[in-house]
């Protein structure tokens, strides 16, 4: 069974910054992509960042110029958050999209999230 786990969440100035790390563990037989969501008190989950299985990124609107995610390799993810807002304030969750063998298709798994809190 895929595990991940998020850490490196917490409160913050606004124009701060965070780095948000999320491990894998597990049998891992390929990588397929993975992502970085949020979700704010009273709103729905909303997609942060995705990084594809070849490494490109692309982000929300909301979060260009300020965030980038990044893998080092398939079993650990970051997400580096600079000039943080208030409106940033959300549990954020990564997710990863795994194969468990070469015919197996991807399946999607989530992490339990990481509080980031930023005031004003």
């Known amino acids: 069974q895929v595990k991940l786990v998020e850490s490196g969440g917490g409160s913050v100035q606004a124009g701060g910054s965070l780095k948000l790390s999320c491990d894998a563990s597990?049998?891992?037989?390929?990588?397929?992509?993975m992502g970085w969501y949020r979700q704010a008190p009273g709103k729905e989950r909303e997609l942060v960042s995705r990084?594809?299985?070849?490494?490109?990124a692309t982000y929300a609107d909301s979060v260009k110029g300020r965030f980038t995610a990044y893998q080092d390799n398939r079993l650990k993810m970051y997400l580096q958050m600079n000039s943080l807002k208030t409106e940033d304030t959300a549990v954020y969750y990564c997710a990863a999209d795994y194969k468990g063998g070469p015919a197996l298709p991807c399946l999607t798994y989530w992490g339990q999230g990481t509080q980031v809190t930023v005031a004003s």
């Open positions: 597990g049998y891992i037989f390929s990588s397929c992509g």
């Open positions: 990084v594809s299985r070849y490494g490109t």
